[in-house]
């Protein structure tokens, strides 16, 4: 059948402002989590990445928050700017061997405004 | 450091026909993994490499395979190629199997098949 893309969630701001993408995922033994931030034309670029022993780690400008009660995962990212216009994919990984093998989120598009 | 380097960046090719991508880990990179990424089906694993064995294969038809090579240079092979193939396959390297180190990813190659 045809396939129909994926309607992947928006999120607007100002220039200045700060952003939080949310992102739910679906493994409860998921045991590493990683941000990617991919630009037209390029591959996922690597943001910021937790363990499941954490629940908060800071970045240069972003923050990732943990809660796995309700397995949710956020990205905030503060003064946004417009060159932080992109897709945004959160990605889990059960673990074992095997990190190499990640599940992705459908990803959010963010767009900032000057 | 030099990234993930993967060629061709596009390929057109036909139904029937059988296309083969390359990819260069950063140095010291051990692991590799590949991914398709489709508006439809968003970014999946096809299947991880370490030490020229494929420790992992995702939920693809036989048609996909790769290899590593001892310098940890992979490539992966598409056969029979369908029309469903069209998309962008990216190559992703980390430091080693087992480890929670983020994946690193190249900028993929854009299949198109006619």
């Known amino acids: 059948g045809e396939s129909v893309g994926l309607h992947l969630p928006t999120l607007s701001v100002q220039e200045g402002d700060n952003s939080i993408i949310n992102c739910a995922y679906s493994n409860s033994a998921s045991d590493y989590f990683i941000w990617y931030k991919q630009e037209s034309g390029k591959g996922p670029q690597f943001i910021i990445d937790i363990r499941s022993n954490m629940d908060k780690r800071q970045g240069q400008r972003v923050t990732v928050l943990l809660n796995k009660t309700v397995k949710h995962l956020s990205l905030q990212i503060a003064a946004t700017q417009p060159g932080d216009s992109a897709v945004y994919f959160c990605?889990?990984?059960?673990?074992?061997?095997?990190?190499?093998?990640?599940?992705f989120g459908q990803g959010t598009i963010l767009t900032v405004h000057p | 450091k030099a990234g993930v380097t993967q060629t061709p960046r596009y390929l057109i090719k036909t139904r029937g026909q059988q296309v083969t991508l390359s990819c260069s880990p950063i140095?010291?990179?051990?692991?590799v993994s590949w991914y398709q990424q489709t508006p439809g089906q968003g970014l999946q694993f096809l299947f991880e490499?370490?030490?020229?064995?494929?420790?992992n294969k995702g939920n693809f038809p036989g048609r996909f395979s790769g290899r590593q090579f001892s310098n940890s240079r992979s490539e992966m092979n598409v056969s029979t190629l369908e029309l469903g193939d069209s998309a962008l396959y990216l190559c992703?390297?980390?430091?080693?199997?087992?480890?929670?180190?983020?994946?690193?990813f190249g900028n993929g190659t854009r299949l198109t098949v006619t």
């Open positions: 992703a390297s980390s430091l080693a199997l087992g480890t929670q180190s983020p994946l690193h």
């Open positions: 140095s010291g990179h051990r692991s």
């Open positions: 990605a889990e990984n059960a673990g074992g061997t095997s990190y190499g093998k990640l599940t």
């Open positions: 490499y370490f030490s020229e064995t494929q420790r």
